[in-house]
């Protein structure tokens, strides 16, 4: 028996190690099962090229657990180990790389590891002792057997070994006594090893038989060896590709809508295909995440530095060997490599996108509701997105038709660019509360466009801010003749003090409620419009509903709704509630202003005024207040109630 000092310097790493670990001791498995694929895979590579001769026999990879002896086996039939290559690559490389890693990360704080980089050393995080086993595929070759208990000292011997391959051997600390049970490994199995090119048996597969479940003789293969990422489109039908998003994400019942299936070769390796989910809230598709592989094992679910953050929404698989993976997150947004890899993305997503929306524009819009959370963010997120998705950026309008933004700036430029040579687009968010609005808009010839979407309103602000001249209004934000201004404004005849005393009538009148604040103003509107409508100034409202998405815009938030209550002074109804208004002479005792002199008491002076007044109408104002707030959707409970007894009362 030969025994010797492992290749490391520091006293023990062993403890370091184990602390340091401890929230990803999980990944030892996936490590240990790497080494047994790859060593699988050079065993093929060699037979393919005549270095190898002989049986390559069966080559499945087994996980093997034995509570008796709490040993826990991994066992391959690859290329095995010499007694040298177990010196020179456990004994040195791997102890030596180990400990590199430590020195260089012992200080850090984030979590870095659970990612590759250390290798055969990470059993020792749940192991006593870690045994290997080995017989190399070499002629002559002699079956070797290694020990090391934790410490730097190992021990190495002759052994006898039947089959090619190597055994690594754990014994399971105390500890860790759950990798000992059937259900933990199996979960780890699934969750790393799914799509690992070699197949992976755990025990045997289960038929429930009587009532109970029983081994059959057949393997219990975890793995699908060859995953439809791997295999080349042309090979792939529609069904493949959904049967292997059933794969990935067996708990999602809705089909994806399409998908990309990725192929780069230069500059970088990466495959992947990347499905588009129905999107109805962001929420809902942050469950089946995006699963990053290197060269098929399974690396993580967290892929936020790599892949822009809107394509995050997606669902499926990235496949790179090039992504550094043992390097901090923070380290991966600023590679070159991570960089090309998300532009290339971005750049497949949109051309399929575009190809999609040329190739069938009808289909395209049936699945714009569902993509356009999706498209919108990517657009606001991601300026290079933007100038690619503007093509086939869709908005609709109340009849349900849908146009690309230069198409419709093409449809209503006639009648809704403005007397200034502005373009107003008008929309409504909510088409039943703004029937009255909408169906006068129709009227006058003009296109309402229905914005109901999550993210329209930061969507319309963006597309403002990059077409000078063009603005979006919501149709009950003014009246009509205001939001589209063809000439200057109508003036009424009446003055300053007839205007007060109509306010104050209404405002005796107006309902209380401290979330929602009216404000009575005067339009000499159209005589055919409403005596008196409710509208809602755009910015403020925009202002609010941004602010529900966005940090530091509070206080736009926790402001009361704020409405207008336009009286509109062309209307014949209005016209006779003047004409029954009646003005007297008051006297008021005012401040003078011109003689005020520093420090010295205000003087005061009586002035006479005349106050108009109207009395004995309550019945009409209320009526047509009510009026005007049933026509926006406001006027519910006992308001609602008030005015159709009313009503009532009044036809009798
Ligand atoms: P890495 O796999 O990153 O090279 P490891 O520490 O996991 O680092 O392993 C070190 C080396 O030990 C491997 O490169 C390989 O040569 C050898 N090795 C480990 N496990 C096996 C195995 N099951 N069969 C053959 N060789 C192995």
New binding site residues.
Partial sequence: MAQGTIGVTSDNIFPVIKKFLYSDHEIFLR?MI???V??TQKLKTLASVGEMKGELGDLKVRVIIDKKKKTLT?Q?H????TAE?VDK??NQ??FS??EEFVNKYKNRTEAIIGH?G????SSFMVSDKVEIF?LSYKDDARAVHWSCSGETTYEMEDTIKAER??D?VLHINDEFSQYLEDATIEGLLKKYCKFLPVEIVFGKKKEWKDGKQVETDEDNVINNTTPAWTRKPAELKDEDYKAFYRELYPMQMDEPLFWIHLNVDYPFHLTGILYFPRIKRNIDVRRNKIQLYCNQVFVTDEVENIVPEYLTLLHGVIDSPDIPLNVSRSYLQSDNNVKKIASHITKKVADKLSELYKNDKEDFEKKWDDIRLFIQYGMLTDEKFYERAISFCLVKNTDLKYFNIEEYKEKVKGEQTDKDGNLILLYTQDPNANYTHIERAKQKGYDVLLMDGELDVHAMSQLEQKNEKMRFVRIDSDILENLIRKQDAQKDNYTEEQKEGMRKAFEKILPTDNKLNYYISFEAADSDSLPIFLTQNEFMRRMKEMSQHQQGMNFYGEMPDQYNLVINTSHPLIKDLFGKMQSEEVEEVVEKKDDKKEGEEPVKETVKKTVWNLTGEDERLNQLTDIALLASGQLKGEALAKFVNRTVSLLQ
Avoid: V
């Avoid at 690859?78 to 180990?81: A, E, Q, T």
């Avoid at 250390?118 to 050393?121: A, T």
């Fill in positions: 490590e790497s080494n047994a790859d060593a991994i391959d690859g290329i095995g180990m290559e690559y456990i490389i791997a790389g180990a590759f250390l290798g055969f050393y080995s391959g190597t690594i």
